[in-house]
Nanobody, 115 residues
Framework: QVQLVESGGGLVQAGGSLRLSCAASGSIFSINTMGWYRQAPGKQRELVATITRRGTTNYADSVKGRFTISRDNAKNTVYLQMNSLKPEDTAVYYC?????????WGQGTQVTVSS
């Protein structure tokens, strides 16, 4: 089993920044991809960014150039640096770990961007 604990969400004004963290614990295998997804009220959960253990990244078009995903493999932790935040970035942000098993999800952290 894997546990994912997110932190770093909060309320910020448009144009501001936040940094999310997600720490994984439990049965972690060496080959995995970690990522961030978000879900706004009334909308489906969507991809924000993913990063492989080797550091290959993938971003949603809506966040390219503003968000940066990174990870510390020694700490089994993934980060999401969010800059130039917009009101449309408001959502619950979820961390996900993917390997050969069914995906693991965190409990989510709320990000609210005021205009």
């Amino acid at each position: 089993q894997v546990q994912l604990v997110e932190s770093g969400g909060g309320l910020v004004q448009a144009g501001g920044s936040l940094r999310l963290s997600c720490a994984a614990s439990g049965s972690i295998f060496s080959i995995n991809t970690m990522g961030w997804y978000r879900q706004a009220p009334g909308k489906q959960r969507e991809l924000v960014a993913t990063i492989t253990r080797r550091g290959t990244t993938n971003y949603a078009d809506s966040v390219k150039g503003r968000f940066t995903i990174s990870r510390d493999n020694a700490k089994n932790t993934v980060y999401l640096q969010m800059n130039s935040l917009k009101p449309e970035d408001t959502a619950v942000y979820y961390c996900k770990l993917s390997d050969w098993r069914p995906d693991y999800w965190g409990q989510g952290t709320q990000v609210t961007v005021s205009s």
